[in-house]
């Protein structure tokens, strides 16, 4: 696996990690691989700053020796370090900017979910829609605190899940034919192939200290799945 890497000092690398592959091993399956473990083959003494989602795509920090580590998770502990996510969502968004501060806890119900409860933790993630279409909405999100799956949920909470996710949404592929009116299939085609067919979410963005007191923003370009739907939503949406 050839690593994406977007910036790297001694004390840590910051990589786009690929939609599909696990952040750290899965506890209750190790068979899938994750993207700790092809570090650890170059960095044998790293660590895990935080986590991405399995299907979300993007920015992730990972600490080269335990020093670093301790400083870049207290400065995660003490909100210094900041993300931003893009997302594709269901539906065209009538707020054009806004804050959603609704607690998240566990589903007890359904293993490996999470709800907003009343009775869960505080979870604040501001958003602002960068694009309006007639049946999806690109929006930026600034997650504050960082709960579980909490922008999945937060965007599931105001109506608008994000695109073909699985738990919050209703997991479907999105298809060029499904906003196109005068959408048809090339000769040669013999089923159309979705736009996109994973979650709608990117980690595009994190900013922080570095261990020199040094600002820092690193980026991640939107992947070719999520270009390509925006795109042909520009021209069809």
């Not at 170059?42 to 020796?65: C, E, Q, W």
């Not at 499904?178 to 048809?184: D, E, I, L």
């Not at 979705?194 to 923003?217: C, M, Q, T, W, Y």
Request: no cysteine; charged share 25%.
């Amino acid at each position: 696996m050839k690593l994406e890497i977007l910036y790297e000092t001694n004390e840590l690398v910051v990589l786009n990690k690929p939609s599909g592959l696990l952040s750290i091993p899965e506890r209750y399956d190790a068979s899938q691989p994750s993207l700790a473990e092809y570090l650890k083959r170059k960095y044998p003494g790293i660590f895990v700053v935080h986590r991405l989602d399995k299907m979300t795509s993007g920015v992730i920090m990972f600490a080269k020796n335990a020093e670093a580590h301790r400083y870049f998770s207290m400065a995660f502990e003490n909100r210094e370090i900041h993300k931003e996510y893009t997302g594709i969502v269901l539906g065209r968004m009538t707020e054009e900017s806004g804050t959603i501060d609704a607690p998240i806890g566990e589903n007890k119900y359904r293993r490996g979910e999470m709800m907003v409860s009343k009775k869960g933790k505080p979870a604040i993630t501001h958003f602002e829609v960068i694009e309006s279409f007639s049946m999806f909405s690109v929006v930026r999100f600034k997650p504050v605190t960082g709960r579980t799956h909490q922008i999945r949920v937060h965007a599931q909470y105001i109506h608008h899940p994000l695109a073909a996710d699985p738990l919050y949404g209703n997991g479907k592929p999105v298809f060029l034919s499904s906003f196109k009116k005068s959408f048809h299939l090339g000769r040669d085609d013999e089923e159309e192939r979705p736009l996109l067919k994973r979650l709608a979410l990117h980690a595009s963005a994190i900013s922080f200290k570095n261990e020199k007191g040094e600002d820092v923003i690193v980026e991640a370009p939107l992947p070719k799945d999520m270009k390509a739907l925006i795109q042909q939503l520009r021209k069809n949406g």
